[in-house]
Structure formats: C-alpha cells, structure tokens
C-alpha cells in the first residue's frame, strides 16, 4: 500500500529504474526562450536520434541547436577536440550569428573525459563569441534538471557592478521600495509578464529574469541581492547564485496553481515586509472560475509515476483540487530547496482531510506498476512508454510531459492544468455516450 499512514511526509528510494526524457531535450525550450542563443550538442547518435525525434516538427523549422556527433577519433583522441569544436563554431557564427554558443556535454563526453570547460575559455577568446558548457547528460540528471544546468552556468555570467561583460545589459533600477529582486527560471515570454504583473500589483518590482529573452540582456546580479525560483527543478541554479554570486534565496512554495500562486507572493512580499493586498479575492475568484473541472476530479484518485520535478506542486494543487494522491514518484528531490513546497503539501493534505502521500525518490517503474494493478487509481500521470498500455487495462493516463510545456503558472493559468488533468477523465465521459448511443439505447 503506497499511502503513508504516518501523519507526516515519508520519503522512500527505489532503484531508479524509471523513464523520463535526457535532460538534453531542454534545448528545445531554451534555444526558443534565448532568441540569440545556439545550442550545440556534443554527442553521439543515440544523442541525436532522441532529439530528433523527441522534438517532433519543431526539427523541421530549422531550430537554433545542432549535435556535433563524435566519431571514431574523437573517441579514440586521434582527432583534436578543440581543432574540431573551433570549425564547427566557426560555420556556427557564420551562418547564424548567435550571441552565444551553449555546448551541452552528453555521457559519451563524460565518460571519455573530453575536457569541455577547459576548452571553452580558449575557443571563446580565440573567435570572440561566449562559449558557456552545460554538463546535461543523462547519466547525471533526469529531464527538467538540464535547464537547472544550463541556467546555473548562466548565473555565472550574469554582470554585475565590478563587472560588465554585456554592453547591452539592463541596468539595475533603484526606485523600488524593496531590494532588488531576480526571478530564476525559463517560462514562456507571456507568462513571465503575468507574474511579474502580479508581482507589481503588491508594489514588488523584478529587477530581471534568468534567462531573458536575449542573452545580451541578462540581469544584474549583484551580492545581497534576493532571487526567487519560479520552478521546482532548479536547485543547482539557487545553489550557484547563493554560493557563487552571494545573493539570498527566498525559499518559496513554487507558483503552480492558485494556491501556490499566493502562497509565493506572500512569501516575496513577508521577506521584503510588505503586507499583500487583495489576494484572498484574488485566489477565490480563480478557484470559483475552475468550479466546472473541479467537479470532474473531485474525489477521484491520482498516481504520479514521477519524471520530470514538478509532481510535488501538480500533487499539492490537485489535493486542494479535491484529489486523492497515492503516490508522488519524483526523479531527485532536494528537500532544502523544494522545502516550503514540502510544508504546503502537508498543510494541505491535513486541511484537505486526506491521507498524506508517500514521496518515492528514483522510483522503480516495474514496482510502480504492481502498484498501480493494486490501486486502480482514477489517474496516473505517466510517460509514453507506459500511458497506452496502461489505457487497454483500463487505467486513465494523462502524458507528463505536457505538463512542462503547457503553461501551468500563475492564476490564470490553474485552469490549463486542470484542463489537461480532466482531459481523459471527459474523453472517456464522452466515449461512454457515445458507446451508448450507438449500442445500448438502440438496441
Ligand atoms: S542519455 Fe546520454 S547518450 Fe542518451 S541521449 Fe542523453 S546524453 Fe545522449
């Protein structure tokens, strides 16, 4: 039995025996939120056969990111590594003109110890373009965490008062009431005004946003500055900006859903002692917007199999929703970073009145499995391999991955991931009618 009886969270580890896409697939949403970014992939086949494919049409619309697949040579060090990254960000700069180039290291690179964040400095000086490495391979990371590696090395190269690498950077304001704040995590442009707008409506101002739409406008990031993470994978990112640039983390739930919209705000706003106006209505005008989905889930159970971070929040939103949750799998779980989401979550199971999710870390797909047979929850959200074999026996399945790239933050945007939860639950509601006008009511 997967729920906890303890009236506390509890973590388990399984074998980490799970599907989940290579973190490398974060390109298709970074080279599209970077407008003058280039992302080379420094692979092999394998690297390329699951991007092409992982990507669907979007290949087809000569997107900025290319594998530099590796050969024989390169792997047998008979070729010069930086000889041949040199012609191919050569050709790279002449055809495209990026602002920057992001070479995103895989496993073969690791494991043949091809020493890319040594090589990157020279090349950088040498054809005067910034070479910035993520190390996003799946032998480290699962799915979402390679943005986490991408936006970390990024961090790195945000300007600051002693430092202005980018002509074009935004200067930093100062007539906010607050310190500056820094917003950390790559969303669509639209939802990224929406936050900020609500933001500025409690009088915050964001300062900027990593990343920004444009690599020459990175923010300023300047020590005792105060950054917030709008996304629960990105713990390597706070970690590098505490660490390395010195900034203060305010450790918030994540802004998923209409209750963790506020209680994100709220956190922003009691850091910087400004007391929140009109949010309570706020977040009950959006709750009673939501009534008719929230009708479909109510009382229904849900199972997340767990592959790409955000299934903590999805689960405390949909317990609030009125769900049961049996089981959160989740590939890594920084219990530090992820800690105030962690408190929502277990308000909201004991304010809910419901039993309190076990929390399986690196979870066992085929243990999931047996499980899920014992269960027979109403819901499993769940990956490809397993979202159609599950539908013929007869369990309703809604696919992960389109919960990273559906807007899913902010108020108005609860509504979309309800959307695709209740997705199977109408179209199965649907087919029933359909069954049944076509055999029981004729016949
Ligand atoms: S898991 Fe490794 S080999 Fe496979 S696609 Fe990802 S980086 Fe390439």
Do not use: H
């Given at each position: 039995m997967?729920?906890?009886?303890?009236n506390k969270l509890t973590f388990e580890c399984e074998t980490g025996n799970y599907h989940t896409f290579c973190p490398?697939?974060?390109?298709?949403?970074?080279?599209q939120k970077i407008e003058?970014?280039?992302?080379?992939?420094?692979?092999?086949?394998?690297?390329?056969?699951?991007?092409?494919?992982?990507?669907?049409?979007?290949?087809?619309?000569?997107?900025?990111?290319?594998?530099?697949?590796?050969?024989?040579?390169?792997?047998?060090a008979q070729l010069n590594d930086y000889e041949e990254l040199k012609r191919l960000c050569l050709q790279i700069k002449k055809d495209r003109s990026p602002s920057v180039i992001f070479w995103i290291g895989t496993c073969t690179t690791e494991i043949i110890k091809m020493d890319l964040e040594g090589i990157a400095p020279k090349l950088e000086a040498d054809i005067d373009i910034p070479i910035i490495v993520a190390r996003a391979n799946?032998?480290?990371?699962?799915?979402?965490?390679?943005?986490?590696?991408?936006?970390?090395?990024?961090?790195?190269?945000?300007?600051?008062?002693?430092?202005?690498?980018s002509k074009n950077a935004i200067e930093p304001t100062t007539d906010a009431i607050h310190p500056?704040?820094?917003?950390f995590g790559s969303l669509p442009d639209a939802v990224v005004q929406q936050l900020t707008y609500e933001l500025s409506k409690q009088g915050i101002t964001v300062q900027g946003w990593l990343p920004s739409t444009r690599y020459t406008e990175l923010p300023f990031i300047n020590e005792q500055y105060y950054v917030a993470g709008v996304n629960p994978f990105l713990s390597r990112t706070a970690t590098t900006l505490m660490r390395r640039r010195k900034t203060k983390l305010i450790g918030a739930p994540f802004p998923i859903g209409p209750d963790g919209t506020r209680a994100w705000i709220e956190k922003i706003c009691s850091v910087f002692n400004i007391t929140p106006t009109k949010l309570d209505e706020r977040e009950s005008e959006v709750w009673s917007s939501l009534e008719n989905?929230?009708?479909?889930?109510?009382?229904?159970?849900?199972?997340?199999?767990?592959?790409?971070l955000l299934?903590?929040?999805?689960?405390?939103?949909l317990i609030r929703c009125g769900m049961t949750v049996y089981e959160i799998g989740i590939p890594y779980m920084?219990?530090?970073?992820?800690?105030?989401?962690?408190?929502?979550?277990?308000?909201?199971?004991?304010?809910?009145?419901?039993?309190?999710?076990?929390?399986?870390?690196?979870?066992?797909?085929?243990?999931?499995?047996?499980?899920?047979?014992?269960?027979?929850?109403?819901l499993v959200i769940t990956g490809m391999a397993h979202a159609n074999p599950l539908e013929a026996r007869g369990i309703n399945t809604k696919w992960s991955v389109e919960f990273t790239f559906a807007p899913i933050h902010g108020f108005s945007n609860a509504k979309d991931i309800l959307e695709l939860v209740t997705r199977p639950l109408r179209r199965n509601l649907n087919l029933n009618e359909v069954s049944s006008e076509m055999y029981s009511s004729r016949y």
């Open positions: 997967t729920i906890s009886n303890e490398i697939s974060c390109v298709s949403w970074l080279y003058d970014s280039f992302f080379l992939v420094i692979g092999t086949k394998t690297c390329g056969y699951f991007l092409q494919n992982a990507m669907g049409v979007m290949i087809f619309a000569e997107p900025r990111y290319a594998m530099a697949e590796l050969q024989e040579g390169d792997i047998s799946g032998l480290d990371y699962a799915f979402t965490q390679g943005e986490d590696t991408v936006l970390a090395a990024m961090a790195q190269r945000c300007p600051d008062n002693k430092n202005y690498p500056p704040l820094v917003l989905y929230l009708e479909l889930v109510r009382g229904k159970s849900v199972f997340f199999m767990g592959d790409n299934e903590i929040s999805l689960a405390r939103f920084d219990k530090r970073y992820q800690g105030a989401e962690l408190l929502l979550l277990e308000k909201t199971c004991r304010e809910m009145n419901v039993p309190i999710p076990k929390i399986i870390e690196k979870p066992d797909n085929y243990n999931q499995l047996d499980r899920i047979r014992d269960l027979q929850p109403d």
